[in-house]
């Protein structure tokens, strides 16, 4: 089955400066991942996804890049702002099924 | 915008008992999901469910575990007897289509402790 990799953990920055996130998948066959935002004592929300027939998408000050050759794919947060702060999941999916298997996760701290 | 409720939002239950998770879908979706979340740890896949019927099942979903879907609006999940371990957020979700051709979208889930 799929494997995905987060890192990091956790991640500081200031605000207005940019935050990335990256994710790695081990199935090479996966083919849709999407990035989900926690907030403390809520489910996860999308935020953002991105199909492996594209290399990039972005949605306003979110912005998510993907390299299937590497197997690796990136969330970018430009501009940040305190409401950024909250725990961020990587996700993708088994191909062929509905499963999303989740990465373990970055708390996202950004500091006014 | 339309989203996925949950009920009770805290549910405390003596080991060996039954519990039920209700779920409210969104309701023009087909596919209908229970994932977990132990504190501090990563979501985790359960189940899925489309047709009226289990699509997928991760190992976790073991004979304790059931999923029904009662009525045209409610989604449940039993678990027969409950662990200390089974301690846990559970997180319904449902998409409009499935294989990842749709996004999943998440409810505010259910905190489950059992004691």
């Known amino acids: 089955g799929e494997n995905v990799e987060q890192h990091p953990s956790t991640l500081s920055v200031q605000e207005g400066d940019s935050a990335v996130i990256k994710c790695t998948y081990s199935?090479?066959?996966?083919?849709?991942f999407p990035w989900y935002k926690q907030e403390l004592g809520k489910g996860p929300q999308l935020i953002i996804d991105?199909?492996?027939?594209?290399g990039e998408k972005k949605d306003q000050r979110i912005a998510v890049t993907l390299n299937k050759t590497a197997k690796h794919f990136s969330l970018h947060i430009t501009e940040t702002q305190p409401e950024d702060s909250a725990v961020y999941f990587c996700?993708?999916?088994?191909?062929?099924?509905?499963?999303?298997?989740f990465g373990t996760g970055t708390r996202l701290t950004i500091i006014p | 915008e339309p989203e996925v409720t949950q009920t009770p939002s805290h549910q405390v239950t003596q080991m060996g008992q039954e519990v039920i998770l209700r779920c409210v879908p969104i309701?023009?979706?087909?596919?209908f999901y229970w994932y977990r979340q132990i504190l501090g740890q990563k979501v985790e896949f359960l189940v899925s469910?489309?047709?009226?019927?289990?699509?997928?099942k991760s190992e976790i979903f073991d004979d304790q575990f059931s999923v029904e879907r009662p009525d045209g609006s409610n989604f449940t999940l039993k678990i027969r007897s409950t662990k200390l371990e089974d301690s846990a957020m559970y997180f319904c979700?449902?998409?409009?289509?499935?294989?990842?051709?749709?996004?999943?979208?998440f409810g505010d889930g259910t905190r489950l402790s059992i004691l």
């Open positions: 979700a449902s998409s409009a289509d499935g294989e990842g051709n749709q996004p999943q979208h």
């Open positions: 199935d090479s066959a996966s083919n849709y």
């Open positions: 991105i199909r492996s027939n594209v």
């Open positions: 996700a993708a999916n088994d191909f062929g099924n509905e499963k999303l298997t």
């Open positions: 309701s023009n979706h087909l596919y």
């Open positions: 469910f489309y047709n009226n019927e289990i699509s997928e």
